[in-house]
């Protein structure tokens, strides 16, 4: 199932099906459409003298509750339906997140490592030069995505203050933090998932010291690792692309990353054992955490799953025919637009501090992070409950509550 797909059917649910909760069909017929949709073409003058045609898109989904906000994705598979589709996913997570802002998203139709360096930022730089009209930091508020870096944001945000004389660098977050970024943002999507866990588990039903799985060893992956093991929970099996590693007694995840930085890969961790990511996913566990890319649990293993509670850091890990399954056995899901809705909150703080010229710490920076993210999860729960529905429901109950009632 696309995307899209996904989203007009989670929409259909929010207006009808959501355990009674009925939001009016003209409300749920406008957030069928974004806003508005741009298509772009941007000429580049290659190394080589030739001159190639890009072709870049923006998506303004919902203003309602702030400025439109959203990464930009270079890829080659990368077209103007996946943009709209995710950036109507944004304007639910930031609702969700309970940050001021709307969602909006952007992409290039471009493999970006078959560009120099020289030809990225010619086409970034081109990418703000097409658009500038309509971004800004009340207007629309890019940051990173799929193969977009801090130094490409750092050319977007010099290239739109050239442009407009625009000093803020409100416009673009995500940027490296001797540019305007904000400290904390690196480990924000696993610190959030942690906050938003520690909220909700005891109303789930788990132990103060959890058995943990994660999939995924990458940036958010190798985070949530860390932050469960440092504050005391077992963890019992991680995997990356190549390899899923198994310790019953628990694995050290500082050494482990050491061992992974140094090694390249998990296997042969010491006293761990290689085990395959379909096994993984099947450990028996308290909470299992898909940290690494979308469409991972399917009708073809959900009834395999042996955790009590799965925390979605990454996108989209749980087909919908799996949440059928998983509801049915009772496994409670805490969804994406909230577990990993930290990433997009310390965004918002990078372009809050922007415009009041300030610079928080990173312990300042959590210390804001934490309620935010436990009041919004409370109030999920508390929808499920009413609504006599999931989690998931729960909270895109939560965000068209938040969307419907600034809209005008
Ligand atoms: P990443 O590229 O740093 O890490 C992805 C990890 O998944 C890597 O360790 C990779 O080896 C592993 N992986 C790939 N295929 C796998 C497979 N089949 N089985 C097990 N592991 C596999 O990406 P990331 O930034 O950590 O993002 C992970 C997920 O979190 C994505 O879904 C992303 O959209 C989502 N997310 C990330 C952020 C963020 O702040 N980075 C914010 C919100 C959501």
Not at 17 to 35: C, H, T, V, W, Y
Not at 218 to 232: D, E
Request: aromatic fraction near 8%; include cysteine.
């Amino acid at each position: 199932m696309s995307q899209l797909d996904k989203v007009a059917r989670l929409s259909a649910q929010g207006g009808s099906a959501s355990g009674g909760k009925n939001f009016g069909d003209e409300f749920i017929m406008r957030l069928r459409q974004p806003d508005r949709d741009i298509r772009i073409s941007i000429p580049i003058k290659m190394d080589n003298g030739s001159i190639k045609i890009f072709e870049g898109y923006r998506v303004e989904y919902n203003n309602a509750l702030g400025p439109y906000k959203g990464g930009i994705r270079y890829h080659q598979d990368t077209e103007i339906n996946e943009v709209k589709a995710l950036a109507f996913w944004m304007t639910i997570k930031c609702a969700v997140a309970g940050i001021p802002m709307g969602g909006g998203k952007g992409g290039i139709t471009v493999n970006p490592k078959e560009l120099s360096k020289g030809e990225l930022e010619k086409l970034s730089r081109g990418f703000v030069q097409k658009l500038s009209d309509i971004l800004g930091p009340k207007k629309d508020v890019p940051a990173p995505d799929v193969n977009t870096t801090p130094e490409i944001m750092a050319w977007m945000a010099d290239e739109f203050e050239k442009i407009t004389g625009d000093k803020t660098r409100a416009t673009f977050t995500g940027k490296p933090i001797d540019k305007g970024g904000s400290e904390g943002r690196g480990t924000a999507t696993a610190q959030g998932g942690f906050y938003v866990f520690e909220a909700l588990r005891k109303e789930l039903g788990l132990p103060e010291k959890c058995e943990v799985v994660v999939q995924g060893f990458g940036n958010v992956g190798s985070y949530a690792a860390l932050i469960w093991h440092k504050a005391g929970h077992k963890i019992l099996a991680v995997s990356d692309s190549k390899n899923g590693i198994y310790d019953a007694n628990g694995l050290d995840i500082p050494k482990l990353m050491e061992y992974k930085k140094n090694t390249g890969s998990l296997s042969g961790f010491p006293s761990s054992k290689n085990i395959s990511n379909g096994e993984l996913l099947e450990i028996k566990c308290d909470l299992l955490i898909p940290a690494a890319f979308e469409n991972q649990i399917t009708d073809q293993n959900a009834a395999k799953i042996q955790a009590k509670v799965i925390l979605e850091l990454a996108n989209g890990p749980i087909t919908p025919e799996a949440d059928e399954i998983l509801f049915k056995k009772s496994i409670p899901i805490i969804p994406d637009i909230l577990a990993n809705s930290g990433g997009v909150t310390v965004s918002y703080f990078e372009w809050d501090q922007n415009l009041k010229g300030e610079h928080w710490s990173e312990k300042e920076v959590f210390e804001k992070l934490e309620p935010m993210l436990r009041d919004s999860a409370q109030k999920i729960v508390k929808n499920a409950k009413e609504s006599k529905t999931d989690l998931r429901r729960g909270a895109f109950i939560l965000a068209l509550e938040r969307i419907k009632e600034e809209m005008v």
